[in-house]
């Protein structure tokens, strides 16, 4: 399985957007980039997911790198409810998800 | 949106008991669910791929009699852990494709149950 590489902790002020990058160098052209999010004591929550175009929903942005092998989840305005682990995950359509560390966001007042 | 219902979200047993956890997709259908196990401070592990009508897929280490698992309907996989030890003790989640199977869906997760033995 591909694998992908996140930060393990990031910080953010309130309001402020966030970015956070994800290395994914051994991505294959048929696997999908998907993001989760997962607050203490829950089920990991769907973000956003993506193929090679950039992706937009009401939680987040997804772009993607010219030659896939990064890529970047936007937060435009990070609120207190956006403290989290945020996971990466390539799913290569065998459809298992397979879970790296994560980046653990904290967002300051 | 899909919903993936979990039950129980919290459970205590014995040791030496078995305990059941239900996944059920409440909105959609799912062929396929999978389940997971997370330790405190860890990252999701893989435990096994769940298919309807047939039989679990596990990922290497994980003990098939151990963690049984049954997805008997669409809508409902079931895990069954048996003969429950205190390291059994963990935070189970499932997950399913939904609401739809396509690849321009993403997976949908269960709260979460977190199981405690004594």
Avoid at chain 1, 71 to 77: C, G, V
Wanted: aromatic share 8%; with cysteine.
């Amino acid at each position: 399985d591909a694998k992908t590489t996140q930060p393990n902790s990031m910080e953010s002020n309130e309001e402020e957007p966030v970015h956070l990058p994800c290395n994914h160098s051994t991505i294959s052209g048929t696997d999908y980039i998907h993001w989760y999010r997962q607050l203490p004591s829950q089920g990991p929550e769907y973000v956003i997911h993506g193929l090679t175009s950039n992706v937009n929903n009401r939680m987040a942005s997804l772009a993607i790198a010219e030659d896939r092998k990064s890529s970047t989840l936007i937060l435009h305005r990070a609120t207190l409810r956006d403290a989290a682990v945020y996971y990466c995950i390539l799913d290569n359509q065998g459809g298992k998800l397979i879970f790296g560390q994560g980046t653990e966001l904290s967002v300051k007042p | 949106g899909a919903v993936v219902s979990q039950h129980p979200s919290w459970v205590i047993c014995k040791s030496g008991t078995s305990v059941k956890i239900e996944c059920r997709s409440l909105d959609f259908q799912a062929t396929t669910m999978f389940w997971y196990r997370q330790f405190p401070k860890q990252s999701l592990m893989l435990m096994a791929t769940s298919n309807e009508g047939s039989k679990a897929t596990y990922e290497q280490g994980v003990e098939k009699d151990k963690f049984l698992i049954n997805h008997a309907s669409l809508t409902l996989s079931t895990l069954t852990v048996t003969s429950a030890h205190p390291e059994d003790s963990s935070f189970y989640i499932c997950s399913a494709r939904g609401p739809g199977q396509g690849l321009n869906y993403g997976y949908t997760f269960g709260s979460g149950t977190r199981l405690t033995v004594v």
